[in-house]
Nanobody, 121 residues
Framework: QVQLVESGGGLVQAGDSLRLSCVAS????????MGWFRQAPGKEREFVAA?????DYADSVKGRVTISRDNAKNTVYLEMNSLKSEDTAVYYC?????????????????WGQGTQVTVSS
């Protein structure tokens, strides 16, 4: 069982930057594909970015968001720049035991509790 704990969310203004972090309890962290998803009120959870030995991004954030990982710290990061009001959501970290790529919720095995990001315009 992998436990994931997100941090770094908060209230920011449009145009600001924010870095989210997710720490995993699993010692074999480097073997997992890690992803970030977000869910806005009344909407379905949607893919933001993922990283294994390759990275993938949703079209809606491409160019503004960077996902990275530090395997020595069991941590994955999501750097977000030029934030917009439509980026407001709860951001979730997720881990997948198999596969190098995946953008669907069902492709991930473990989830964190989420961290709220609110962007005021």
């Amino acid at each position: 069982q992998v436990q994931l704990v997100e941090s770094g969310g908060g209230l920011v203004q449009a145009g600001d930057s924010l870095r989210l972090s997710c720490v995993a309890s699993e010692g074999t962290f480097s073997r997992y594909r890690m992803g970030w998803f977000r869910q806005a009120p009344g909407k379905e959870r949607e893919f933001v970015a993922a990283i294994s030995w390759i990275t993938d991004y949703a079209d809606s954030v491409k160019g503004r968001v960077t996902i990275s990982r530090d395997n020595a710290k069991n941590t994955v990061y999501l750097e977000m720049n030029s934030l917009k009001s439509e980026d407001t959501a709860v951001y979730y970290c997720a881990a997948a035991a198999y596969g190098s790529r995946g953008s669907r919720v069902g492709q991930y095995d473990y989830w964190g509790q989420g961290t709220q990001v609110t962007v005021s315009s």
